[in-house]
């Protein structure tokens, strides 16, 4: 009898250790282990966008995304990427360099004339979409000239009202329309940076520190293609690049990765 029970007692120990075994080795369970993600929360990223192009600072930007092997962002105006040859032949470059994603900035760029621009959503919109097809422009990520403002999905954000209609406008037909959080400003004359390369780290640092950027741990600087004309190797662009990648916990990256 005792011989009897001992042998189903030991049964349904072995159909217990057999289930044991089966959980842990379900590809179930080891699905669900490796899509767990690994979160490095010590990576900053930073996402450079440049505005305006192309224009003559627009050969050494390239050059120097090719040197550096970095990815950036440019908003392209149609009106100067079809203005001379050579603003074609600097378009090209962009779109022809897999580092580079282009993005819209419109065609006219307002005539700069912002306010009377905004006054009209649906003629802001027609400008978007001329310049999409007109430059076969691949992405559809837009910034709206003189706005900072922002329509992605759970996400609106205005600087100033007028442009707001636009920018609904323009998502609900497609494109992300990305702002900024941080600029690197510049003399309207000379193209020369206001802030020192220094200054830029030191705002970098700051923001995010503070956790006052659009997204924690994700930066979106501003800048122009002008800034950049006179020589790669002096620039203050390869400056600020080295800089971000001897902190090492920078990753500079496409807005394409920007979460949602």
């Not at 192009?53 to 930007?61: A, K, N, V």
């Amino acid at each position: 009898m005792k011989q009897t029970i001992f042998s189903v007692l030991l049964f349904f120990v072995c159909i217990s250790c057999s289930e044991d075994n089966a959980k842990s080795e379900s590809p179930v369970n080891n699905k669900a282990s490796a899509l767990e993600p690994l979160r490095d929360t010590t990576t900053r990223y930073i996402y450079l966008t440049f505005d305006d192009g192309p224009l003559d600072g627009s050969e050494d930007i390239d050059d120097a995304v090719t040197k550096e092997n970095i990815k950036i962002n440019v908003f392209i105006v149609g009106q100067h990427a079809q203005s001379t040859k050579k603003m074609r032949r600097y378009y090209q470059l962009y779109l022809n360099n897999p580092l580079i994603e282009v993005g819209n900035h419109s065609f006219s760029h307002a005539h700069n004339q912002y306010e009377k621009f905004y006054e009209n959503p649906q003629n802001v919109l027609q400008d978007f979409l001329k310049c999409q097809d007109q430059l076969k422009i691949p992405n559809k990520y837009a910034r709206q000239p003189g706005r900072n403002q922002w329509r992605l999905k759970d996400t609106s954000i205005n600087d100033v009202r007028s442009g707001s209609q636009s920018a609904d406008l323009l998502y609900k037909n497609g494109f992300k329309v990305f702002g900024w959080d941080i600029e690197w400003q510049h003399d309207s004359k000379t193209g020369t940076p206001v802030q020192t390369v220094d200054d830029m780290i030191e705002i970098i640092e700051k923001r995010l520190n503070e956790k006052k950027t659009v997204r924690p741990g994700h930066l979106v600087l501003l800048s122009h293609d002008e800034m950049f004309r006179n020589g790669w190797e002096e620039s203050e662009l390869k400056q600020l690049i080295e800089k971000l990648k001897a902190k090492g916990n920078y990753r500079l990256e496409h807005l394409s990765k920007y979460p949602e």
